[in-house]
């Protein structure tokens, strides 16, 4: 083997490397947006186990999450554009929000607050305030 051989099978692993670091970081910059809150009670105690549904206006696609324990939830990966929410729980009014608006690379921040009710009455709220932005790309 010459030295000009030993040089190019010495690069071949460095390159390799290379293209999978440029893959990878393509991927990570996907034109996504990201919604998140908190879901609380009358007293601001959190709120678990309840359900979070979100709907893509212009194409129908519906995703469907869950807080957690302490009351968050996250849908990490949403196509920007518009949004109607509902928020649902037994032994709460159900909360709607109509018109969120996502953008490319946006984390919007929704919190709703529950009241004690029946589950067949339906609170709607506008998205006429503007979500909170909790980070910048």
Do not use: C, H
């Not at 051989?5 to 293209?19: C, K, N, Q, W």
């Not at 929410?85 to 984390?107: N, P």
Request: aromatic share 6%.
């Amino acid at each position: 083997m010459d030295m000009k051989t030993f040089r190019l099978a010495g690069l071949r692993p460095l390159m390799a490397i290379a293209v999978l670091g440029l893959i990878s970081f393509g991927w990570a910059q996907q034109p996504t947006a990201q919604l998140t809150g908190l879901i609380t009670d009358a007293t601001n105690a959190a709120v678990p186990g309840a359900s979070i549904e979100v709907t893509n206006v212009n194409t129908g696609a519906v995703r469907t999450t869950a807080s957690n324990e302490s009351g968050n939830y996250v849908f990490p990966v949403l196509n920007p554009g518009k949004y109607n929410m509902a928020v649902k729980k037994t032994g709460f009014d159900e909360i709607t929000r109509t018109g969120v608006e996502l953008s490319v690379s946006q984390v919007a921040r929704f919190d709703f607050k529950l009241q004690v009710g029946s589950s067949t009455v339906s609170i709607q709220v506008s998205a006429a305030a503007p979500a909170l932005e909790t980070s910048t790309a």
